[in-house]
């Protein structure tokens, strides 16, 4: 299973940029697909971006062109780095297993996109 730290959350003004992290400390993460969730303030948590093993990717039509998602197999980590970002985007952001482990969550790092 996986054992996932996100991290790299901030306010920041529309138009503008972060980078999240996700390390991962479990024992599967080169065999698993991955994927980038979000979860707005009184919504359902959605799957923003997919990662395969071998880097093939798939994103949710909100934020295609915007977001890149990536992946290092040796070090077990992910990155989504958001450009162009919009308030729609504020959420606390979460990667998992894609599909997702369902006791696998982290606690998510938090994003707000205002000015």
């Known amino acids: 299973q996986v054992q996932v730290v996100e991290s790299g959350g901030d306010l920041v003004q529309p138009g503008g940029s972060l980078r999240l992290s996700c390390a991962d400390s479990?024992?599967?993460?080169?065999?698993?697909?991955m994927g980038w969730y979000r979860q707005p303030e009184g919504k359902e948590r959605e799957l923003v971006a997919q990662?395969?093993?071998?880097?093939?990717?798939n994103y949710a039509d909100a934020v295609k062109g915007r977001f890149t998602v990536s992946r290092d197999n040796a070090k077990k980590m992910v990155w989504l780095q958001m450009d162009n970002l919009k308030p729609e985007d504020t959420a606390v952001y979460y990667c998992?297993?894609?599909?997702?482990?369902?006791?696998?969550w982290g606690q998510g790092t938090q994003v707000t996109v205002s000015s």
């Open positions: 990662i395969t093993v071998t880097g093939n990717t």
């Open positions: 479990g024992t599967i993460f080169s065999i698993l697909g």
């Open positions: 998992n297993a894609d599909p997702p482990c369902r006791k696998c």
